[in-house]
């Protein structure tokens, strides 16, 4: 089993897809600390005129220990603001007809959803069956309800009770010494990093914007051509242990 372990992101960007494409079990890192102005709460799209602007979840006041599942989304319609300002930056792009109605169910917290784990986990999830990518998904603290230790003593606690043959990883927590290929060989997983390279695609507006939130490329390119854009930039290594 192939089996990667991420916060859940809000409407991550590419690279991240590309690692849910590879991998058979997705385990959304929900009982961390919640990071203010991190890519958890916020991502960007591009307006017409080339600026980018930031998406960001309204979330009440917590302790900034709080985890991720513990954070709790404002109860007011702060995702209208979100589509609003995705309608006016993307109507003029060549999949508004087709993908806005989609975001439109898409944004809205379910009934059922209280904190931000629980909604980006929906999102992140539907987004990927929207683009064709099939991958389950578990929370970290139905798996381990508390972690401690290391960022790494943290992963392997998950694996340990998951037993997968494979972990896959972004490219910055083993080149930043986060993660050691020799200590996932001990518990019986091979380690494989990303390389992920940014792939270019008709964006509106001038130039061309990388790293921005996935629907900007489905807006440009359409659910049907967006997988084999994601799929173009992705490369995995096996560092050597």
């Given at each position: 089993?192939?089996?990667?372990?991420?916060?859940?992101n809000?409407?991550?960007?590419?690279g991240?897809?590309?690692?849910?494409?590879?991998?058979?079990l997705?385990?959304s890192?929900?009982?961390v600390?919640?990071?203010?102005r991190?890519?958890?709460?916020?991502?960007?799209?591009?307006?017409?005129?080339?600026?980018?602007?930031?998406?960001?979840v309204?979330?009440?006041?917590?302790?900034q220990?709080?985890?991720?599942?513990q954070?709790?989304?404002?109860?007011?319609?702060w995702w209208g603001?979100?589509?609003?300002?995705?309608?006016?930056?993307?109507?003029k792009?060549?999949?508004?007809?087709?993908?806005?109605?989609?975001?439109?169910?898409?944004?809205p917290?379910?009934?059922?959803?209280s904190t931000?784990?629980e909604?980006?986990?929906?999102?992140?999830?539907?987004?990927?069956?929207?683009?064709?990518?099939?991958?389950?998904?578990?929370?970290a603290?139905?798996?381990?309800?508390?972690?401690?230790?290391?960022?790494?003593?943290?992963i392997?606690?998950i694996c340990?009770?998951?037993?997968?043959?494979?972990?896959?990883?972004f490219?910055t927590?083993?080149?930043?010494?986060?993660?050691?290929?020799?200590?996932?060989?001990q518990h019986?997983?091979?380690?494989f990093?990303q390389t992920?390279?940014?792939?270019?695609?008709?964006?509106q507006?001038?130039?061309?914007?990388?790293?921005?939130?996935?629907?900007?490329?489905?807006?440009n390119?359409?659910?049907?051509?967006?997988?084999?854009?994601?799929?173009?930039?992705?490369e995995?290594?096996r560092p050597?242990e």
């Amino acid at each position: 089993m192939r089996v990667a372990v991420t916060q859940p992101n809000f409407l991550p960007w590419l690279g991240y897809f590309a690692l849910l494409d590879q991998i058979d079990l997705w385990v959304s890192l929900d009982n961390v600390q919640h990071v203010r102005r991190s890519f958890i709460v916020r991502n960007r799209i591009k307006s017409p005129d080339g600026a980018v602007r930031w998406l960001t979840v309204r979330l009440e006041h917590a302790p900034q220990t709080a985890k991720i599942n513990q954070v709790r989304l404002h109860p007011s319609d702060w995702w209208g603001e979100h589509l609003d300002l995705i309608r006016e930056s993307y109507q003029k792009a060549p999949y508004f007809p087709v993908f806005f109605e989609e975001l439109a169910e898409l944004l809205p917290p379910r009934p059922d959803e209280s904190t931000l784990g629980e909604y980006n986990r929906r999102i992140v999830m539907e987004l990927s069956r929207y683009l064709g990518i099939t991958v389950e998904s578990r929370e970290a603290s139905e798996i381990c309800p508390i972690l401690e230790g290391s960022p790494e003593e943290k992963i392997l606690t998950i694996c340990d009770r998951l037993k997968p043959s494979e972990f896959y990883n972004f490219q910055t927590g083993v080149e930043v010494g986060l993660y050691h290929p020799e200590a996932f060989h001990q518990h019986g997983m091979k380690l494989f990093k990303q390389t992920y390279r940014h792939p270019e695609y008709q964006q509106q507006g001038s130039g061309f914007v990388p790293y921005l939130s996935v629907i900007d490329l489905i807006f440009n390119v359409g659910p049907e051509a967006a997988l084999n854009v994601i799929r173009s930039g992705s490369e995995w290594t096996r560092p050597q242990e």
